[in-house]
């Protein structure tokens, strides 16, 4: 997509979810101030006291590997927390030092790249199975019929739940994490009524049917024997001998349901539409199947699944002599840098040949990297393997329809017609 907007002639506001609808304005924003503005400071309308953003790649890694300055104890995300809340709704998102090293070690050897690969079997049969479900169809919802079936049945075996539940599990990663989204969230972050779930992770009701749900997962397992993610999580004390709280288990618990299912999905369904708008790649990729590990990069790349996160500056500093006060949010724009210039030659290309691909899709080495980040790369391979030589042809069939929202880069709608090779 080309990107010749005039630097002095757009609006930047990347606190508008409004602003990322189309797909389009937020990338021409991003081009902006990587150019231009690099430490740009926006307001916010709904009560937030506003933040600095980065979207240079270099200045987006540095930053998200010093916890010593821009700490994620304040929140991850943009809406303004106090002690309180803080203390009640923190994951090990919100944790940095030795206690996040403690509840990352819970879990983190089932997401190693030997221990993922495991699933590789699994994957192919479960890929196989959506797949035939879907395209008998001929024409479908993408997304639905494909890009969530898949990835919550890998979740839903990792946490050993009946399959019949992956439908409600769908459903409370749409309504928590796409909260200012009318058509999926139960209240909108900035309603009055949002207050009365000011303690909630997201500020979102369905957290709590998510908390039952494991809450009642783990009674079942503690004290048993189970190598399930459940089991792990009431059964092993962390590194750090601080038992896991019944909270630290309910936060722990919602990020895996959420982060678990949201951004594969929408990884896989940005890369779909990429290779319909770009159909000679495809052909490339059905050519050349060894490619497909050089294309799940670009995938990752183009998709950016998560626009942001946010840091909190712990002390005063500068960025490009640009002075941050302490307390300052601090976003770090992992999209933007997906985007950069200084690191990708015509970044706005799709080229499942690019390589290098130095991309921070999920982070960079540091000490939030993500977790999932081989299990997701695993079922990108395996999904695009299996399903590009069934594809004779694949056209959109309607319009596509994003999530509202300036946090999570995500297509809620995406109406196909295939033909079969």
């Not at 060894?290 to 626009?307: C, G, I, K, Q």
């Not at 712990?314 to 976003?331: L, Q, S």
């Not at 929202?405 to 709608?413: A, L, T, Y």
Request: hydrophobic residues 40%; proline residues 6%.
């Amino acid at each position: 997509m080309p990107v010749d907007t005039p630097h002095d002639t757009l609006a930047v506001d990347l606190a508008d979810p409004d602003n990322f609808l189309d797909g389009e304005t937020p990338w021409r924003m991003f081009d902006v101030l990587r150019r231009s503005r690099p430490v740009h400071w926006n307001p916010e309308t709904d009560g937030g006291g506003g933040f600095w953003s980065l979207t240079r790649h270099a200045d987006i890694v540095a930053a998200d590997r010093d916890q010593a300055t821009f700490t994620s104890e304040k929140f991850v995300n943009l809406e303004e927390v106090d002690e309180r809340q803080a203390a009640i709704r923190r994951s090990m998102l919100e944790t940095d030092g030795p206690r996040h090293l403690a509840l990352r070690r819970i879990l983190a050897r089932e997401f190693t790249p030997r221990s993922v690969a495991g699933y590789a079997t699994f994957l192919r049969g479960l890929t196989a199975r959506t797949l035939d479900l879907a395209l008998a169809k001929g024409t479908f919802d993408f997304v639905k019929e494909v890009a969530a079936d898949f990835p919550i049945n890998v979740l839903a075996r990792m946490l050993d739940v009946p399959d019949d539940d992956t439908e409600q599990l769908i459903d409370w990663g749409n309504r928590i994490i796409a909260n200012t989204d009318p058509d999926y969230a139960d209240v909108l972050l900035h309603s009055a009524e949002s207050e009365r779930y000011r303690d909630l992770p997201f500020r979102s009701p369905a957290s709590l049917e998510v908390f039952e749900y494991g809450r009642e997962l783990a009674a079942r397992r503690r004290g048993g024997e189970g190598t399930d993610l459940i089991s792990r999580l009431v059964n092993e004390t962390p590194r750090d001998g601080e038992p896991l709280t019944e909270r630290d288990f309910d936060n722990y618990f919602l990020l895996l349901v959420v982060a678990g299912n949201e951004t594969t999905r929408h990884a896989i369904t940005h890369s779909m539409r990429a290779l319909i708008d770009h159909p000679e790649q495809a052909d490339r990729l059905r050519a050349d199947p060894d490619l497909m590990p050089t294309a799940v990069e670009e995938f990752l790349r183009w998709s950016s699944p998560v626009y942001h996160f946010r840091r909190t500056a712990t002390r005063d500093t500068e960025v490009h002599g640009t002075a941050i006060r302490e307390g300052d949010k601090v976003v770090l724009w992992f999209a933007s840098g997906n985007r950069d210039e200084a690191v990708f030659t015509d970044p706005h290309r799709f080229d499942v040949t690019r390589s290098p691909n130095d991309h921070i899709t999920f982070g960079k080495g540091g000490p939030h990297f993500c977790m999932g980040a081989a299990l997701a790369r695993l079922e990108m391979r395996i999904m695009f393997e299996e399903l590009l030589p069934r594809l004779a042809d694949i056209r959109f069939a309607g319009d596509i329809r994003r999530v509202r929202s300036n946090f999570v880069n995500g297509i809620k709608e995406m109406p196909v017609t295939t033909t079969l090779a």
